[in-house]
């Protein structure tokens, strides 16, 4: 069964989403601090969390960054933030996904079966540039696809599940053009297929993270007004 660590400090809200996740057959932990969400994290691995920002004792993205120093399970930014460089930040500390209050129970349960499908659900390998199978070299940085190890100039770069999903889709393809809905499609799924601001903001992450000029990026390519390639 699903364990969802749910980092609230709004007791009403709190209780609407226990009932709604135990009535779908998860395991629900509660935490209504930073603190106590990574003491119950480090005692019950979580398989996701859903992360409020603004925490009475410490901001959601030092949790957040705190998490992602020993945990790869999804999280969901649940928050009353919404401007474009806030989701950006949070998105840059580790979140999968954002999603902003007030917002509708079916949306946030749809978009909690995204990231935890995405992260249980099997890759299959792609051959590497020098034949290795899985992994794939430049000059400028190396992807492991099956140990979801990225490394830029030698350093490690961390990646977000829903990051490593889509570079998985881009490279599957490489040197073809994957159009938007296609890639909104595989990685988030049917329901966000229009939502091409969700690429936007991902593939800017991984050209920052990847490329040497993340403005004129070399392997990470835009077609405009239509999709994406990975190019070698």
Partial sequence: MTRVLVVEDEPQLVRALEI?????RYDVDAAPDGGTALVLAAAN???????????P????????????RWSRAPILVVSARSTSDEKVEALDAGADDYITKPFSMAELLARLRVVTRRTDAPREPAAGSEGAPGVVRTPGFTLDLAAKKATRDGAAVRLTPTEWHVLEVLIRNRGRLVTQRQL??????????TQSNYLRVYMAQLRRKLEADPSHPRYLVTAPGMGYRFEE
Avoid: K, S
């Fill in 57 to 68: 004792d410490m901001d959601g993205i030092e949790v957040m960054r705190t998490l992602r």
């Fill in 45 to 55: 691995p979580p398989d996701a969390v859903l992360l409020d920002l603004g925490l």
């Fill in 20 to 24: 709604n996740l135990r009535a779908r």
């Fill in 184 to 193: 909104l499609q595989e990685v988030w799924g049917p329901t966000y297929r």
